[in-house]
Every structure is written in C-alpha cells, then in structure tokens.
C-alpha cells in the first residue's frame, strides 16, 4: 500500500516538473520571438541605442507596449485598432513629453476677439474631404495655411513649417517646445507671407532663422478668425468651409498606438496638441467622425491621419477637438 502510495507521490512530482519546464520552455520561446520582434522594429525605424544597458531598458519598454497594444485589440471592444508604431520604445511619459509641443491657451496672451464668418452657414455637405482638395503646433498652423491657399489660389503649395519654428520669436512660440497655431497665423500676417517647404525645408529642431527664406513669400494670409468655443455644430459649418486648426488632448496610449478606425478615447480634455481638422464623415454603421492630420508621420494612424469621433455629449468634442479652434483667412 505504502509503495503505491509512494509512487502516487512521485509520479505527481513528475508531473509538475514537467508542467514547470513547459512553462519556462514557453516563456523563453515567448521572450525569444520578442527579441526578435524587437530587432525587427529597431531594423524598421533605423534605432541606434548608445549601448547594451539602453537597449535592454528599450527592449523592456517595448515589450510592455506589445503587451499593452495586444490584449487592447484582442479585447475587441472598440471600434479601432492599435499598433506597434515608431513609438513602440518610448514609455507614455516619454512620449507625452517629446511630441506634443504644444502650450496651453492659458499661458498665452489673449488674442484678439474675432469674428466667424461661417456662423450663418445653413447647409454643410453630408462629408467634407479637404485630403481629396488638398509636433507640434506649425504644422497645423501650416496645413491651414496651405489649404485657404489651394482654396483661393487653386495651387496645392507645400509651405515651410520650419520658418514658423526658427522665425517666429514671438516668446511664446519658441521652436518646438511650445506655441499656438494662432500666434502662428500672426507671424504669416506680420512677416507678410510664408515660403515653400522646399526652400525651408523641416529638420525638426529649432535652429536659426534663415532671413532670406523668411523673406520669400509664396503664399500670404490677411487674418485669422476663432471657431466659437464649445461647439461641434460650429466647428462642422467652418471645416465644412475650410481646414481648421483644433486643438486636442493628444497623450494617452491609446493616442500613441492608434492605428485605425474611429478613435473613441481614451482622452481628456487637457489640450496639448495642435492638429489640423481636414474633413469629416459618417462610417457605414452610422458613426460620426472628424477626419484629423496629424504630424508624426505615415507610420502613425491611418497614413498620418486619424478618425475622431463626432458630436459627442460633451460640448467640448471628443479629446476637446471642439475647444480651440482657428483658421485663416484670405
Ligand atoms: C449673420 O446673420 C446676422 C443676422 O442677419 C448678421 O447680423 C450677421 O452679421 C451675420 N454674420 C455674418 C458673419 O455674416
């Protein structure tokens, strides 16, 4: 009896013995193809860690977003995917700090009241797609520029974000670390126009500004008028018009990942980004969103681009996107 009982014994350790190192097995396996997810990615988007210590804390980093990004799509309870993006290596604070540039309205003086020549508008088109006609904070400013330009010209220009970064020392909008896109449209109405980016190509840092380019004018703004605040409806009949500058809460993971489909949250209404509102539309299950270019490149997103949801219950838009919103005009 007591042997049988014995090598019941033995027999159940085995047993866990065996489960154990199956366990480990798979772990290794798992961490294994992680690596090699890894070096794929680091391959990709061309990163060069400073040394072994660095690419372990990366490696580290990497595999939490991994982990993150895919029990988010296998939840499969939102109507948008997410990604392993350029951004994969970063921690959500890292990237919160690196990419937003962006100040709050707060900080800045108060620009002048305008008006909103689009307040009287009564029919909007179902859609409005300003991609098909057509960082921080210059590139929206520059994306609204460029589109009154192809609206009153007829001429597609590709305008100099980098002139807005190196030349507009207004003390607000130093650069990449902050600014608005209203101050923005000032400096074009000041400096009397804004060059090509071809002249004034983007390097994404601030340097010094190049006066001769600054000089050069291939497309000019006369003013810039406010989307009244709070308003969904109002921001519809000014994009329906025109693109618009919006500002956003642009920090969370989700933001950081977003890959593809109608972006629902999660976001607040801290605004830290400036982004340019292209269009909007309706999906074929009926939802309502605001079709968004973004400035971290075609890997992030839909091309570049992001669907937001629309005429949401909070009169502030989804991420805010109903807060701030401005535009220039011809
Ligand atoms: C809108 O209509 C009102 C009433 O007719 C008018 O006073 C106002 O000037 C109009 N606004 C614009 C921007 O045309």
């Given amino acids: 009896m007591a042997s049988t009982h014995q090598g019941q014994c033995i027999f159940a350790l085995f047993l866990i013995l065996v489960v154990l190192a199956s366990q480990v097995m798979s772990r290794n396996l798992h961490d294994a193809s992680l690596t090699q997810t890894h070096e794929e990615w680091i391959a990709k988007y061309g990163k060069v860690y400073k040394d072994a210590a660095e690419k372990e804390r990366r490696f580290n980093i990497f595999n939490g977003n991994v982990k993150f990004i895919e029990s988010f799509n296998a939840a499969g309870n939102r109507p948008y995917k997410l990604s392993i993006n350029e951004f994969a290596d970063q921690t959500n604070e890292e990237f919160k700090a690196s990419r937003n540039g962006y100040r709050s309205p707060r900080l800045l003086r108060i620009t002048k009241e305008a008006s909103f020549r689009y307040e009287n508008v009564t029919a909007v088109p179902a859609s409005m797609d300003w991609i098909k006609k057509g960082s921080c904070w210059a590139f929206s400013t520059v994306a609204a520029t460029e589109g009154i330009t192809q609206l009153t010209t007829g001429k597609l220009i590709s305008l100099s974000e980098q002139e807005l970064v190196d030349c507009d020392n207004n003390g607000e909008d130093q650069g990449c670390e902050g600014g608005l896109m209203e101050n923005g449209f000032e400096f074009i109405i000041q400096n009397g126009g804004i060059t090509t980016e071809a002249n004034y190509p983007y390097q994404g840092a601030d340097g010094t500004c190049n006066t001769k380019e600054e000089a050069s004018h291939a497309a000019k703004i006369n003013g810039y008028e406010k989307v009244p605040a709070n308003s969904e409806n109002a ?10 500058s919006v500002s956003i809460e642009a920090s969370g993971s989700a933001f950081q990942f977003y890959s593809s489909g109608v972006f629902t ?14 269009g909007y539309g309706t999906t074929s299950d009926g939802t309502k969103y605001w079709l968004v270019k973004n400035s971290w490149g075609t890997s992030w997103g839909e091309e570049g681009y992001i669907r937001m949801q629309r005429d949401i219950k909070a009169k502030e838009g989804l991420c805010g996107i109903a807060m701030d919103s401005s535009y220039p005009t011809a």
């Fill in 235 to 244: 921001l519809l009949k000014a994009v329906a018009n025109q693109p618009i």
């Fill in 265 to 278: 949250g999660e976001c607040g209404t801290m605004l830290d980004h400036g982004v340019t509102a292209v």
